[in-house]
C-alpha cells in the first residue's frame, strides 16, 4: 500500500504460468574423500616427517583455494575482491586501488535505455488464450525491497464441465508489513478456490449459477484466512520447534489485499473477487468511437462509505474505530493476514512476548482497541459479462497504479495504446517537453499521469500504464522517479503490478 506507513520488508516477484507450482530439491554441495587402505608400517621416522608435511601442505592449499570460492560469502565482499584484486596471493582485498582521491564517485543515473530497461524487466505477454482472448500483458515495477507486490496468470479445468475449455484466472496481490502474504498466496489461494467450486452443491440442482459460484469464491477466501490466521493458538501450543512455529506465524503477521478475476470462456462470463483496494476494470468502446471504463470492483477501505457503514454497524460501540480513512491504522478494510487486527489481545500479548509479533496497531494511538477482529478476508464478488460485439479489455492492478491515475485515464490510454498498435506500431509519439518545468517529485507532488505528457511507446500495454503513470513523456520526471530507490521511493511511488487482458468478440479469433 503507498500511503499506508505501515513496517514492510517485500515481497519477491511470483509469476505462475499454468496455475502450477514446481519445486525441486536445491543441489547440495557435497564434500566427498577418497579412503586409502593401511600399509604395514615399514617408514621410517623420516618417511613419517615427509607425509605429515605433505598433507600440511595439502590442507594448506585446499583450505587458501576454498577461502576464494566459499560459495556463502558475502556477495558484496566478493564483488569488492574481484574489483580490488588480492596482495602477495593471500586473498585480502588490495584497498590501496581505491586509490587517494577526496572525490565522491556517485552511481550513474538511469539512462533512457535503462528505464526502459526496468520497466520491461518483470514485463510478459501471452499471445492466445482460447477463441475469446486475443492476449493479456503484464508487468511490475517494485518501490519497495523486496517488492511487496505478486501475481499470477493462467488456466485451469473447467469446474463446471471438465471437458469443456479451460478457464482462465489472473490475480493481483498488494502485501503490506512484508512480503510473505502475497507471495503465500501465489501458490495457495487458486487451490481454495478450485477446491471450493469442486465442492459447490447448485442450489437448484442444475448447473451452478452465478451465486453459487460467487459464494464458493466467497468461502475459499475466508477458508484460507481461517487457516491463516485462526491457526495460531493451536501453532503456539502444538509441538513444533520454535523455528516452525515462527514460519507458520510470520504470514498471518503480514497482510495482502487480493483481487482475483476467473474467466468463463464458454459463457463470456468473468467472475472478479476483491479485498483491499486493488482494482478491476473493464474497458470497452461505445459505438460512438469513445472508451467507456467499468469499474469492477469497490475499494474496500476506510475511506469507502459502504465500508464504513460496514465496520461502524459491525461495532458500535466504539467510535473512534475509523479515523482518517483508516481502520485503527490500517488502510484497507478487506485483507488476507493482519492478525493483529483479527487475534484477541491476551494472544496478541502471547505473540509479542514470545513470538516476536507485530506491536501493531500502535497502543499509544489506538488506546481504544478492543478485541475485533476489525479486518476481514471476506471478498466482494461481482460477475459480468464479457461484451460480445466491438472490441473489449481487462485492465487489473494493485494501488500503485490507481495512486497515478484514475480508472478512466487507465481505460483511455490502453485505448489510444490499441489503436497506436493497429496503425503498425510506428515510430514512438513523445509529446512537446519544451512547457514541462523543472521536475518536483516530494510531498508536493508524487508520481502520476498527466494528459499533455502522454507518451507511444512500449509494445507492451501494462509497460505503457506504468511509464504514464510515472511521467509518460516528461523523461526527466520518469528518470528522477527511478532514480530514487527503497527506502526513498516510498514517498512517491508505491509497487505497482498490472496485468493487461484483451478480447476478442463474439465470432472473432485470437491471435
Avoid at 147 to 159: K, Q, T
Avoid at 372 to 401: C, H, M, N, Q, W
Amino acid at each position: 500500500m503507498f500511503s499506508r506507513q505501515l513496517l514492510r520488508q517485500r515481497p519477491r516477484l511470483s509469476t505462475i504460468t499454468h496455475l502450477s507450482h514446481h519445486s525441486s530439491p536445491r543441489p547440495l554441495t557435497r564434500f566427498a574423500s577418497t579412503g586409502t587402505q593401511a600399509k604395514t608400517l615399514l617408514t621410517s621416522t623420516t618417511a613419517i616427517a615427509f607425509g605429515a608435511g605433505l598433507v600440511s601442505a595439502t590442507a594448506l592449499y585446499w583450505f587458501t583455494s576454498r577461502s576464494n570460492q566459499t560459495p556463502n560469502s558475502n556477495s558484496s565482499f566478493a564483488e569488492a575482491s574481484k574489483t580490488l584484486g588480492s596482495r602477495k596471493d593471500t586473498g585480502i582485498p588490495d584497498l590501496n586501488k581505491l586509490g587517494l582521491s577526496d572525490q565522491i564517485a556517485y552511481g550513474p543515473v538511469p539512462t533512457s535505455e535503462d528505464i526502459t530497461r526496468q520497466l520491461n524487466e518483470h514485463a510478459f505477454s501471452v499471445s492466445g488464450g482460447g477463441k475469446l482472448v486475443r492476449r493479456y500483458d503484464g508487468t511490475q515495477l517494485a518501490s519497495n525491497s523486496p517488492c511487496e507486490d505478486a501475481f499470477i496468470h493462467g488456466s485451469f479445468s473447467n469446474p463446471l464441465n471438465k471437458a469443456d475449455e479451460d478457464w482462465l484466472a489472473w490475480g493481483v496481490f498488494d502485501g503490506h508489513c512484508g512480503w510473505q502474504l502475497s507471495n503465500l498466496l501465489t501458490k495457495q489461494l487458486i487451490p481454495y478456490v478450485r477446491r471450493s467450486l469442486d465442492n459447490a452443491k447448485p442450489k437448484d440442482g442444475g448447473q451452478l449459477s452465478d451465486d453459487d459460484i460467487q459464494e464458493a469464491i466467497r468461502s475459499a477466501f475466508t477458508s484460507l484466512d481461517d487457516a491463516l490466521v485462526k491457526s495460531a493458538v493451536a501453532t503456539i501450543e502444538s509441538n513444533l520447534s520454535f523455528a516452525e512455529k515462527a514460519r507458520r506465524l510470520e504470514a498471518a503477521y503480514a497482510g495482502s489485499c487480493a483481487l482475483l478475476a476467473l474467466l468463463d470462456p464458454q459463457s463470456r462470463k468473468l467472475t472478479v473477487a476483491s479485498t483491499g483496494d486493488c482494482r478491476a476494470v473493464l474497458g470497452q468502446k461505445t459505438a460512438d468511437g469513445k472508451w467507456a471504463a467499468t469499474d469492477l470492483t469497490t475499494d474496500c477501505t476506510g475511506a469507502t462509505p459502504s465500508e464504513v457503514a460496514r465496520i461502524q454497524a459491525q461495532f458500535p460501540d466504539e467510535p473512534e474505530i475509523v479515523k482518517g480513512g483508516r481502520i485503527w491504522g490500517m488502510q484497507p478494510s478487506r485483507t488476507f493476514g493482519d492478525g493483529m487486527w483479527k487475534w484477541p489481545a491476551a494472544l496478541k500479548e502471547t505473540l509479542r512476548n514470545y513470538y516476536n509479533g507485530l506491536s501493531l496497531p500502535s497502543t499509544v494511538r489506538y488506546g481504544a482497541y478492543k478485541e475485533g477482529p476489525y479486518l476481514t478476508a471476506e471478498p466482494l464478488v461481482s460477475t459480468t459479462k464479457i461484451p460480445e460485439s466491438g472490441p473489449s479489455f481487462l485492465i487489473l492492478a494493485t494501488d500503485g497504479l490507481w495512486d497515478a491515475m484514475t480508472s478512466k485515464q487507465a481505460v483511455d490510454l490502453v485505448g489510444r495504446w490499441v489503436e497506436w498498435q493497429a496503425q503498425g506500431q510506428g515510430k514512438p509519439v513523445k509529446p512537446n517537453s519544451s512547457g514541462f518545468g523543472e521536475v518536483i517529485l516530494g510531498r508536493k507532488q508524487q508520481c502520476k499521469f498527466e494528459e499533455e505528457k502522454l507518451t507511444l511507446q512500449d509494445n507492451n500495454a501494462a509497460v505503457h500504464l506504468v511509464r504514464n503513470g510515472l511521467g509518460g513523456g516528461d523523461e526527466k520526471m520518469v528518470q528522477g522517479a527511478l532514480t530514487f530507490r527503497y527506502p526513498n521511493s516510498r514517498d512517491i511511488r508505491d509497487d505497482i503490478t498490472v496485468q493487461v487482458v484483451f478480447f476478442a468478440p463474439a465470432g472473432g479469433k485470437g491471435k
